[in-house]
């Protein structure tokens, strides 16, 4: 979600059409459960509706990130998506519907959480 999310808003700053973005992403590699099913469907619509709390995800990330540390894996992607869905999470609500993280990077430009 947080890649598909990026490649989003990186694009839309480009200049490029999100909607086609998804569509091209669908018919190559880049496909996954989130371009088919929630970046259309939740995010470009602004529906922010598929069901899923961000608390969840962000507790979720968080055993992953934290399962790494415990058994000495270097695992950067796991902390920097822990961050950032935590920041999420702490802008709009762990009781918000996940792709509503989507929102908190939109304005801020996707910059690292760490800034």
């Keep these: 979600f947080v890649a598909a999310a990026e ?5 839309e700053r480009f200049g490029l059409d999100p909607g086609v973005m998804i ?3 669908n018919a190559s590699s880049g496909r996954s459960f989130n371009t088919e ?3 259309k469907q939740q995010v470009i619509s602004r529906q922010f509706a598929s ?3 961000l608390g969840l995800l962000a507790k979720d990330v968080k055993i992953a990130s ?7 894996v270097e695992a ?3 902390q920097l998506v822990t961050d950032l869905i935590g920041e999420a999470r702490d802008h709009v609500g762990a009781e918000r ?5 989507f929102t908190v990077w939109e304005k801020r430009g996707m910059r ?3 800034e």
């Design 66 to 72: 934290d399962l790494a540390g415990a058994i000495d």
């Design 76 to 78: 950067p992607l796991s």
């Design 112 to 114: 690292s959480a760490a």
């Design 51 to 53: 069901g899923f709390a």
């Design 97 to 101: 519907d996940h792709t509503q993280a």
């Design 37 to 39: 099913n929630l970046m």
């Design 23 to 25: 569509d091209v992403m």
């Design 7 to 11: 490649a989003i808003l990186v694009g």
